[in-house]
């Protein structure tokens, strides 16, 4: 990975009055630029030819200029252009699918902490910081000791597609056998699967936002959280698989990502969502120097309103796609407008004005 040096280097060359904000022409891009767009920063986006008219078709959200490649996942040189730029590009879930690790060695300064990614995209490390924070986790286990409903997670299979349900070691072996021999996950992926306790309850996915900067509100670290917005993910086709069973389909649960639905939370359970969401950026200054902009974690809360976390997202989440003027949250912290793209670009300019790029880029 190169090292923070390097990135500071390019950042002390960089005119702080002209910087611009770039990402990927995907995911949560429109909220993005607008938000950056507000803050009064120049916007550039990478993009396809493909896409480039859906783009055109939001003219207040499109970005300022566009860099057209051919394809996402070679687009190394393009973002390593942008260090020539005063660009600092914001990071999203499509950047990790399409650049992957690659992005360790990008020379474009990355808004937040680009040692997270690392801990996001490893399950076993994940865990491990998801542990020192202390949340509540389903337990896993191994083939041979299924016992009741789990959930079955391939490594490296993001966005929920190919997870199976089993509840015992004979359905797991019958149905990772038939997967394979299907071709749609190889032998070792079978073996390094995680087969964790499925739960039963309700899913809520609170935006979170760290910034080192500011001073007011629920102090952590060096500086405050805030929560932004909450929502609930629209998974195909487990979402109206009753639809299905109601017909007498036996139809296999699949969880793939497809869209997101808006979310309030009973105001009482902000206690304990506030509090996971500090112990993780406690956890994270401790394990690799802190996380600061938005993350995510995904929860499911049970009938004692217990929550259970199986994920964190470490970057802008797709949910906040919901929310790009204000959220039922936000008109509590600001008294402007706010999105999780327009805080975003709100953390860069107030880093500016304070001569402190290096606690929120890397
Ligand atoms: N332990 C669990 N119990 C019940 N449902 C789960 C569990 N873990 C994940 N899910 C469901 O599967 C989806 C995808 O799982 P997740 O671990 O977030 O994988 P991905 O890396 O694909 O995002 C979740 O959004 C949720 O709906
Ligand atoms: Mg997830």
């Known amino acids: 990975m190169i090292p923070k040096s390097e990135i500071l280097k390019t950042l002390a060359g960089y005119d702080k009055k002209k910087l611009a904000i770039a990402t990927l022409c995907s995911h949560s891009a429109l909220q993005i630029f607008t938000g950056a767009k507000q803050e009064g920063f120049k916007t550039i986006g990478i ?6 008219p859906m783009y055109d078709a939001f003219p207040l959200a499109k970005p300022d200029e566009y860099i057209v490649v051919d394809d996402y996942h070679s687009s190394a040189d393009a973002l390593n252009s942008l260090a020539e730029r005063n660009v600092i590009f914001v990071p999203h879930g499509s950047l990790i699918e399409y650049v992957g690790k690659d992005i360790g060695n990008l020379r474009v300064p ?18 491990q910081w998801m542990k020192k924070a202390g949340l509540r986790m389903p ?5 041979d000791k299924i016992k009741g409903p789990h959930i079955v997670k391939f490594p490296g299979a993001k966005g929920g597609r190919g997870y199976l349900i089993v509840s015992s070691p004979k359905e797991f072996r019958e149905k990772t056998t038939h997967l394979i021999r299907e071709g749609v996950v190889a032998k070792k992926d079978v073996e390094g699967a995680l087969i964790q306790e499925y739960l039963t309850g309700v899913r809520f996915y609170p935006h979170y936002f760290y910034s080192p900067l500011e001073k007011e509100g629920l102090r952590v670290g060096e500086g405050r959280l805030e929560m932004l917005s909450v929502d609930r993910r629209i998974e195909t086709n487990i979402e109206e698989i009753y639809r299905s069973h109601a017909a007498g389909l036996k139809t296999e649960p699949s969880f793939a990502v497809v869209g997101n639905m808006p979310v309030i939370l009973r105001e009482s359970l902000l206690v304990d969502i506030m509090d996971m969401g500090k112990r993780v950026v406690e956890a994270s200054i401790d394990l690799f120097g802190g996380i600061p902009g938005p993350f995510c974690i995904e929860t499911i809360c049970d009938d004692e309103f217990k929550f259970s976390a199986f994920e964190i997202s470490a970057r802008i989440v797709a949910g906040t796609n919901l929310y790009p003027k204000f959220s039922p949250y936000t008109p509590y912290i600001f008294k402007e407008e706010m999105s999780t793209g327009r805080r975003i670009a709100r953390e860069i300019r107030l880093a500016v004005a304070q001569n402190k790029l290096d606690k929120v880029i890397y």
Request: aromatic share 14%; hydrophobic share 35%.
């Open 47 to 52: 993009v396809t030819k493909k896409k480039k």
């Open 110 to 127: 990355i808004f937040g902490n680009r040692r997270v990614l690392f801990w996001e995209a490893d399950r076993h490390k994940m865990f």
């Open 139 to 143: 337990s896993s286990t191994g083939p």
